[in-house]
């Protein structure tokens, strides 16, 4: 066997080795989320009401909003929580 026999087959395996790895199925991800501050696909959760703590010398106003964060690369919307918090003066019923 001479070198251009040996390229020749060279080049031959790798062509045959790219077109069986391009001609396999694609695999589709499952995409699902157990986290609660992330959902993926469906409505857009609804923002649940602010909630207010103690704090002792001060309370806080915590808040959850929800919002549409992209996409999957199957078209699914992906939605994210975020928790926002401020200081609030407290009135007796928080106390």
């Not at 026999?5 to 699902?32: E, F, K, Q, S, Y």
């Amino acid at each position: 066997m001479n070198t251009r026999h040996i390229i020749r087959l060279a080049v031959l395996g790798i062509t045959a080795g790219l077109l069986a790895g391009c001609g396999t199925g694609t695999i589709r991800p499952d995409l699902t989320s157990t986290s609660e501050y992330l959902q993926i696909g469906g409505r857009k959760p609804t923002n649940p009401e602010p909630i207010i703590e103690n704090a002792g010398a001060f309370c806080l106003e915590i808040r959850e909003e929800w919002h549409e964060d992209g996409r999957t690369p199957g078209g699914e919307r992906l939605f994210s929580r975020d928790t926002l918090r401020r200081a609030v003066a407290c009135n007796e019923k928080n106390r």
